[in-house]
């Protein structure tokens, strides 16, 4: 089992910054890929940002590209998402989710995340 809290939400101005955490507990999280979804109201949680279980090889979402960056520290059982020059449209509660232990280079489904967590609210204003 692995249990998944999500931090760092919160509401920023068109261009500012934030840094989202997802804290695991369970010792099994180093052996998991790590991914970030989205999900604004009214709809559908698409994937944004995954990360290989050693951190060696991420992939990302062609809207967040250049602007978002995930990291891991397996030592501290975390996944970071660093979001810079944030738009109305990032607008959304994010969500981590641990997906196995396969990388497969490319975005993940929901279906394919075996825990989630909770999420946390970001709001980008214009």
């Known amino acids: 089992q692995v249990q998944l809290v999500e931090s760092g939400g919160g509401l920023v101005q068109a261009g500012g910054s934030l840094r989202l955490s997802c804290t695991a507990s369970?010792?099994?999280?180093?052996?998991?890929?790590m991914v970030w979804f989205r999900q604004a109201p009214g709809k559908e949680r698409e994937f944004v940002a995954a990360?290989?279980?050693?951190?060696?090889?991420?992939y990302y979402e062609d809207s967040v590209k250049g602007r978002f960056t995930v990291s891991r520290d397996n030592a501290e059982n975390t996944v970071y998402l660093q979001m810079n020059s944030l738009r109305p449209e990032d607008t959304a509660s994010y969500y981590c989710?641990?997906?196995?232990?396969?990388?497969?280079?490319?975005?993940?489904?929901?279906?394919?995340?075996?825990?989630w967590g909770k999420g946390t609210l970001v709001t980008v204003s214009s």
């Open positions: 989710a641990a997906g196995g232990t396969y990388w497969s280079g490319r975005s993940y489904s929901t279906d394919a995340m075996n825990y």
């Open positions: 369970g010792r099994t999280f180093s052996r998991y890929v």
């Open positions: 990360i290989s279980w050693s951190g060696g090889s991420t």
